[in-house]
């Protein structure tokens, strides 16, 4: 698969009029910087604006309880006032409207035009698709781009970190286009993995290398994620696949902190760590999961010579406070089942996994070197779990932190 593969084929003339050269005019061009607009629709430079300037005023006068349907019908009534040849487009033109739209309106990118139009128009198809009852017009294109914007800017961002993963996109767009229907189908989802897929770490790459790559795009990728996740919640009435593809990212993102504290220059130890993470089928804050992966961590420590264990097993246990820390169920979940959030805060307090051991009680004593948590990761741990106490005051969760606390104390 490559770019090349994406080209549209040209568009119809027929039925229309077309100029001699010495009849065309002049008119503005809003391409690309560096790049001539290869305009489809009739003085789309002077219509587009108009319409993508009504957000702020459709977004305000739509109704809430009627989302994402009555943004697209509130820029309908606005576009007939402000501009009313747009809000009466046929279908053919429609599609000439869009395609200057998405390439007038898109955030600067070193895509091709080709590219960037098969990832624009997936992502307008499915967005439109979720404004039930909305007919095909020039206010739900608008409204569907306003929708899917920050998508394609996550995109376009990753892409202009990752020039060399064009043809690797290309290929992933091609396979996933026109695949099932778009009610259903998340093009975000499909996006958010392959780029995740592409910043895993694998033996062969070098770790000063990948970090560095990884730091720059994180932002972009966590908002891509988080983005694909809840779109796929929405759509599909389950949140399975956006809880799995948080669960890869993140396992990416604690292979980071382990490079950097643990094992700096061993990429085979961290793709060890990656595969244990990954053997798990329980989320990432699950008891399973820090079982397991504490147990990997003290076959590490036990690997390493009696001189180097002290020194490892600090290094190891920071980044375990790093994977405590990271994997703490999300507020909105704390709110929507606090008992399950206090109980995994008091799991890691009073030691169910053994990590509160004193180095003396460890059963490394003769090394002096154990896994422990800083009695910093506990006050931490302790403050978060008062706070939920205090925002939920009928919660029956206060009398089992109560309860629990003092038979660990």
């Known amino acids: 698969a490559s770019v090349a593969a994406l080209e549209p084929a040209p568009a119809s003339t027929a039925g229309l009029a077309i100029t001699t050269s010495a009849q065309r005019q002049d008119v503005l061009n809003d391409g690309p910087v560096g790049r001539l607009l290869r305009a489809r629709f009739p003085f789309s430079s002077a219509f587009v604006p108009v319409g993508d300037a009504l957000r702020d005023e459709a977004t305000q006068v739509a109704d809430p309880a009627r989302l994402p349907a009555s943004l697209a019908e509130s820029t309908q009534r606005l576009l007939q006032l402000a501009c009313a040849p747009l809000a009466s487009l046929p279908e053919s033109l429609l599609a000439r409207y869009r395609h200057d739209m998405i390439l007038m309106l898109a955030p600067a990118t070193a895509l091709p035009a080709s590219l960037l139009l098969a990832i624009a128009e997936r992502l307008l198809h499915e967005h439109a698709a979720t404004f039930r009852g909305a007919a095909p017009s020039a206010g739900l294109l608008h409204a569907a781009w306003w929708s899917c914007l920050p998508s394609l800017h996550a995109v376009l961002q990753l892409v202009e970190h990752e020039p060399t993963c064009v043809e690797g996109l290309a290929s992933a767009v091609l396979a996933a286009h026109g695949d099932g229907d778009a009610s259903t189908q998340v093009f975000e989802l499909e996006l958010a993995r392959f780029f995740v897929t592409w910043f895993e770490l694998d033996a062969r790459q070098q770790l000063s290398a990948w970090l560095p790559r990884l730091v720059h795009a994180r932002h972009s990728l966590s908002a891509l994620v988080s983005l694909a996740a809840e779109r796929t919640t929405q759509r599909t009435s389950s949140s399975v696949d956006g809880d799995q593809l948080h669960k890869l ?67 190891l246990s920071q980044f375990f406070a790093s994977y405590v820390l990271a994997t703490l169920p999300s507020p909105e979940l704390a709110l929507r089942d606090s008992t399950l959030y206090g109980d995994h805060i008091l799991d890691l307090c009073v030691g169910r996994f053994g990590l509160l051991r004193l180095p003396s009680e460890s059963s490394d004593a003769a090394s002096g070197a154990d896994l422990t948590v800083s009695p910093q990761l506990v006050r931490v741990l302790v403050r978060r779990l008062h706070r939920l106490c205090d925002e939920l005051p009928a919660s029956p969760l206060r009398a089992r932190v109560s309860q629990r606390w003092s038979v660990a104390s």
């Open 249 to 315: 990212w993140r396992s990416t993102q604690l292979v980071a902190v382990y490079s950097r504290v643990v094992s700096r220059y061993d990429a085979q130890a961290c793709v060890a760590l990656r595969r244990c993470l990954a053997e798990v089928s329980a989320p990432l804050h699950s008891g399973e999961c820090a079982a397991q992966l504490l147990a990997h961590l003290r076959t590490v420590l036990q690997g390493r010579g009696v001189a180097a264990r002290p020194a490892t097993a600090a290094a």
